[in-house]
């Protein structure tokens, strides 16, 4: 299976900050990465798929980038909505499906 | 406005058994892949289980291989996951989730969810 590696687990940020999560693939994926944000008690919502590319409806401030076993998630200046818990997921093949164990992006 | 809603999550004893139904719309139901995702409390996500669009091929989990059964009515639209000799550690809010994929040779991310329904597994 492969494993997804986020970091941190934690973040602690002000509105305004530029915030960047890392996920590490233990192999290559391609681009065949997502990011998912969740809030308390919601369910997940996506935010980016293959890498880079936006969801419907997702704001520009939000940014994926990489490639093969290393990926970025960017908030270019943190609004009081992004405040939640940011999953990666890769689909470089089918079953299983894995998910990063998550990072929380707290105010600072 | 495409729309997923999970019910039939409850309280059981270990080793009893449950299922859960996806209430589908607003999309093609006969087009798409459907998935599980279950999140233990205060836990990551965990995929579980994933049916292809006529039911004819599924796919589970190591972990609820053998107990968990999912299947889909396609006439009803809707999704069901059938869990059986349930465990504590299967306690978890249960998420149905539709499979995008960009190409037919290529794997699916997950673009809606529903809800979740909770499965509390305890004596």
């Known amino acids: 299976d492969i494993q997804m590696t986020q970091s941190p687990s934690t973040l602690s940020a002000s509105v305004g900050d530029r915030v960047t999560i890392t996920c590490r693939a233990s192999?290559?994926?391609?681009?065949?990465l997502a990011w998912y944000q969740q809030k308390p008690g919601k369910a997940p919502k996506l935010l980016i798929y293959?890498?880079?590319s936006l969801g419907t409806g997702v704001p520009s401030r939000f940014s994926g980038s990489g490639s093969g076993t290393e990926f970025t998630l960017t908030i270019s200046s943190l609004q009081p909505d992004d405040f939640a818990t940011y999953y990666c997921?890769?689909?470089?093949?089918?079953?299983?499906?894995?998910f990063g164990q998550g990072t929380k992006v707290e105010i600072k | 406005e495409v729309q997923l809603v999970e019910s039939g999550g409850d309280l059981v004893q270990p080793g009893g058994s449950l299922r859960l139904s996806c209430a589908a719309s607003?999309?093609?139901?006969?087009?798409?892949?459907i998935h599980w995702v279950r999140q233990a409390p205060g836990k990551g996500l965990m995929w579980v289980s994933h049916?292809?669009?006529?039911?004819?091929?599924?796919n589970y989990a190591d972990s609820v291989k053998g107990r968990f059964t999912i299947s889909r009515d396609n006439a009803k639209n809707t999704l069901y996951l059938q869990m059986n000799s349930l465990r504590a550690e299967d306690t978890a809010v249960y998420y149905c989730?539709?499979?995008?994929?960009?190409?037919?040779?290529?794997?699916?991310?997950?673009?809606?969810w529903g809800q979740g329904t909770l499965v509390t597994v305890s004596s």
């Open positions: 989730t539709r499979g995008f994929r960009t190409t037919v040779t290529t794997s699916h991310y997950f673009d809606f």
């Open positions: 607003g999309f093609t139901f006969t087009s798409y892949y």
């Open positions: 049916i292809n669009p006529d039911g004819t091929t599924t």
């Open positions: 192999q290559t994926i391609s681009s065949w």
């Open positions: 293959k890498a880079s």
């Open positions: 997921q890769q689909y470089n093949s089918y079953s299983p499906w894995t």
